[in-house]
């Protein structure tokens, strides 16, 4: 099993562009989770699938933040227009029936 | 108030230290708590799970629950230098969605 396999691992892009973000979650795992991560706010959840369903996007900061979830094995995180605060690493996890996240290893974005 | 409150730290201990990390929650809903392991430039690492009062024991680590109290703590006994990480507490309530709440983390460093 490869795990959560996130893409891409870094992010450097100029304030304005457009931004994607993308997830493979483990086979087999029905629930996908976003989470944002800073020094400053530590792990936020931004939104959450259940069976490819979005069920919670609460933590969505605002409408420039949407994602989808086509399928069972792939999700995206898209950004647009991206602007500097939005700098942080990006962490992809699935869970099977809420029994504990394995996470990816997360995208690193850097927005100048 | 958040939810979930942990001391960032850091803490330094000296290697072969007992350590204990802490967090403290509001919400009583919360019925699971986990306890994850993160290096440096890698996702969370689920390192111990359990969703009753009381202690539970993995080799080095002891993770204990007090609903009462409403407080958690995770102990390493005899801790290593490949120990070095940030802990971070998870929280999740009865709805089986999976959704998690994470504390701050703690950024341990053992020192050789």
Known sequence: DAGVIQSPRHEVTEMGQEVTLRCKPISGHNSLFWYRQTMM????????????VPIDDSGMPEDRFSAKMPN???????IQPSEPRDSAVYFCASSLNGNGYTFGSGTRLTVV | QKEVEQDPGPLSV????????????????FQYFMWYRQYSRKGPELL??????GNKEDGRFTAQVDKSSKYISLF???????????????LGDSSNTGKLIFGQGTTLQVKP
């Not at chain 2, 000296?14 to 809903?29: D, F």
């Open chain 1, 72 to 78: 069972a094995s792939f999700s995206t995180l898209k």
């Open chain 1, 41 to 52: 706010r530590g792990l936020e959840l931004l939104i959450y699938f259940n069976n490819n």
């Open chain 2, 14 to 29: 000296p290697e072969g230290a007992i350590v204990s990390l802490n967090c403290t929650y509001s919400n009583s809903a």
């Open chain 2, 48 to 53: 111990m799970y359990t969703y009753s009062s």
């Open chain 2, 76 to 90: 390493i006994r005899d801790s290593q230098p490949s120990d070095s990480a940030t802990y971070l507490c998870a």
